[in-house]
């Protein structure tokens, strides 16, 4: 018979805790921990043989059997006085009421004395593990809340003075953090904050003959004034940066900053540095690509080259230099097209300082990548959510989030739309569209996110491309966030109904239900051993009334297929009791393409 421990520990403690492996036949042991605080965590499993416990069942076996154990309880006793001699004090006591019984020869009560709970624990303590082995410790990230659940609410800085002709400023965007914080936003995301390149500058929509006054594209790292570490100076200054982390901390959000690892030609590392970039025949550099789109503007590092641990050590003091700043939280630019040793490397180094940093990975690629990528260290990832539109496309991405292997390591973030991504389903589908999408990501995950925008609905296109009309990467742009037809309301309504149910704070929990229509996903979210439970309808129509039938999930709460339960519509306030598993629903996207339930035992309606 084979017993093992569950070790684990902080990986800055020099102790390990213990808990005993439990039986659960045919050969599988579980245990479980709690970790007291966030942090790199060590675990692993310690086995050996276990003699007196197969001694112990060798003489229960017989005994039942009705088979002679004279001699085996003669070997039970030598075990035990053999352990007896070099046991220690606190066992003695338990091994010696053993060992006396046994002398009685009395079958029936040796049988008995040697199972008992105070003889295996004292046995425990003090023999020798036989043949002991142990795994090699694994690696365990306990995270903070935030890196499950959080609503994201991206801007560019330099839009926020309400001036087309005025360059925002952090002080603009200090401003308007009690309205974003009042929509339920709990983080507040920059793209690059740093100087802007001039060579190769792109105009706007993204044209190769910038205007004079033409601002150029965040992405573009670096200029005289500065690179990584330095702020965009029409910004402010780094203690006006200061100032808006203070100010958002104190509105209850928090600053993320994106990581991009590109350089604008005029960056200081091209001059400083030359051995961290791949040169070519002419002495130039090749740009940024990704058919059909060309960044002439941005320059890549070369992360395998002679400069390789010179560069990588300089990025890595880039996130530490901005954590030092009071960021917590990194949204990372493609980062599938980096190695994966340098993440799970800086990763570390970073987390080994500040085990409360977030790492968002922006990696829209294969999904083995992207799940990779969670496994090297990234808190949470974009999706290929933001092209998901039909029924059966959402059910399967979620299924596999939620109810394989990948539930155990990858965080999905649901953004609806990003500045490089306008979404085809967004632009031709007016408010409704802009609705659904919402409802689908505050619901379906735990972590989900806007580029301001969408909450005005604001969807033109380049033609026939996925992406904004008068690019924000270009250009300064204004938005009327009071504008006639926008979703504010609804998308506060979503924050609160997050915040109180928390169900709706992962991704983990889902379960579809038939709605016997196409056109209409039914899905459902509750706590393991919730009495409550979330119901979300959704028409993923933004044209059309969808109606549906569907089944109310009277089962969950052992009900028959007549039985009762009380709803709460938690978009309108109202309640109601709905008898019989078949229910209908109405959904009009003129009005509300969705619907969220309470859904509770009829005791339970408040």
């Known amino acids: 018979i084979m017993a093992g421990e569950l070790l684990w520990k902080a990986a800055d403690e020099n102790d390990?805790?213990?808990?005993?492996?439990?039986?659960?036949?045919?050969?599988?042991?579980q245990a479980t921990f709690t970790p007291r605080r966030i942090g790199r965590h060590l675990c692993t499993v310690e086995a050996w043989r276990d003699d007196y416990a197969s001694l112990?069942?060798?003489?229960?076996?017989?005994?039942?059997?009705?088979?002679?154990?004279?001699?085996?309880?003669?070997?039970?006793?030598?075990?035990?006085?053999?352990?007896?001699?070099?046991?220690?004090?606190?066992?003695?006591?338990?091994?010696?009421?053993?060992?006396?019984?046994?002398?009685?020869?009395?079958?029936?009560?040796?049988?008995?004395?040697?199972i008992?709970?105070?003889?295996?624990?004292?046995?425990?303590?003090?023999?020798?593990?036989?043949?002991?082995?142990?795994?090699?410790?694994?690696?365990?990230?306990?995270?903070?809340?935030?890196?499950?659940?959080?609503?994201?609410?991206?801007?560019?800085?330099?839009?926020?003075?309400?001036?087309?002709?005025?360059?925002?400023?952090?002080?603009?965007?200090?401003?308007?953090?009690?309205?974003i914080r009042a929509m339920g936003f709990d983080v507040l995301y920059f793209p690059p904050i740093h100087p802007i390149g001039k060579k190769n500058r792109k105009g706007r929509n993204n044209i190769l003959t910038p205007a004079p006054d033409d601002l150029g594209s965040p992405y573009a790292i670096g200029s005289d004034e500065g690179g990584h570490d330095a702020i965009h100076p029409q910004l402010g200054t780094l203690d006006d940066f200061r100032r808006l982390v203070a100010a958002a901390s104190e509105n209850g959000l928090e600053i993320a900053l994106d990581f991009a690892i590109q350089c604008s030609p005029d960056h200081p590392w091209l001059k400083d540095h030359p051995d961290w970039f791949k040169w070519r025949p002419d002495g130039s550099i090749k740009y940024a690509e990704n058919p059909p789109k060309k960044y002439q503007d941005i320059v890549n590092v070369d992360f395998y080259g002679a400069g390789a641990p010179e560069l990588w050590?300089?990025?890595r003091d880039i996130v530490l230099y901005w954590a030092g700043e009071g960021v917590r939280i990194f949204r990372v630019d493609n980062p599938h097209t980096k190695p994966l040793p340098f993440w799970q490397w800086m990763i570390d180094e970073v987390r080994g300082r500040h085990p409360d940093v977030?790492?968002?990975?922006?990696?829209?690629?294969?999904?083995?990548?992207?799940?990779?990528?969670?496994?090297?260290?990234?808190?949470?990832?974009?999706?290929?959510?933001?092209?998901?539109?039909?029924?059966?496309?959402?059910?399967?991405?979620?299924?596999?989030?939620?109810?394989?292997?990948?539930k155990e390591f990858f965080?999905?973030?649901?953004?609806?739309?990003?500045?490089?991504?306008?979404?085809?389903?967004?632009?031709?589908?007016?408010r409704p569209g802009f609705l659904i999408r919402a409802a689908l990501a505050a619901t379906l995950s735990g972590l989900w996110g806007v580029y301001s925008g969408f909450e005005v609905c604001e969807g033109a296109p380049l033609p026939g491309r996925e992406e904004y009309l008068d690019s924000e990467k270009y250009e300064i742009r204004i938005r009327d966030r009071n504008a006639p037809g926008n979703i504010v309301a609804e998308i506060t309504k979503l924050n609160q109904l997050r915040r109180a149910n928390p169900a709706l704070q992962s991704h983990l929990?889902?379960?579809?239900?038939?709605?016997?229509?196409?056109?209409?996903?039914?899905?459902g979210k509750r706590l393991p051993g919730g009495e409550d439970m979330v119901l979300v309808a959704v028409s993923l129509d933004p044209h059309d009334v969808q109606e549906a039938t569907f089944e109310l999930p009277l089962w969950e709460w052992k009900l028959p297929d007549h039985g009762s339960l009380y709803v709460e519509d938690l978009m309108r306030g109202h309640g109601a009791v709905w008898t019989g598993k078949l229910q209908r629903v109405r959904l009009d996207p003129a009005d509300l393409p969705f619907a969220i339930w309470r859904v509770t035992l009829p005791g339970g309606a408040p």
């Open 116 to 179: 008992a709970p105070a003889t295996v624990k004292a046995v425990a303590a003090s023999a020798e593990r036989a043949f002991r082995v142990q795994h090699p410790p694994l690696l365990l990230d306990v995270e903070r809340p935030q890196a499950e659940f959080a609503s994201w609410y991206e801007l560019f800085p330099r839009s926020q003075s309400g001036d087309a002709n005025r360059h925002g400023t952090f002080d603009d965007v200090i401003a308007r953090l009690p309205e």
């Open 411 to 430: 965080r999905p973030n649901f953004f609806v739309n990003t500045p490089d991504i306008n979404p085809y389903f967004l632009q031709t589908s007016g």
């Open 56 to 114: 112990c069942h060798e003489i229960e076996v017989k005994h039942k059997a009705g088979v002679d154990i004279t001699l085996e309880l003669i070997e039970a006793r030598q075990y035990l006085e053999a352990l007896n001699a070099k046991a220690v004090p606190c066992n003695t006591t338990a091994l010696g009421k053993a060992i006396a019984t046994l002398q009685d020869a009395d079958v029936a009560a040796s049988v008995h004395v040697l």
């Open 358 to 406: 977030i790492f968002l990975s922006e990696a829209f690629t294969r999904p083995k990548m992207m799940y990779r990528l969670a496994k090297v260290g990234f808190s949470q990832s974009y999706t290929y959510f933001t092209w998901r539109n039909t029924k059966q496309e959402l059910t399967d991405d979620l299924v596999e989030l939620s109810t394989t292997e990948v």
């Open 313 to 315: 050590a300089a990025l």
């Open 16 to 29: 390990w805790a213990r808990e005993p492996l439990a039986h659960l036949g045919n050969d599988r042991w």
């Open 509 to 523: 929990g889902v379960t579809f239900y038939n709605a016997f229509n196409d056109q209409i996903l039914l899905y």
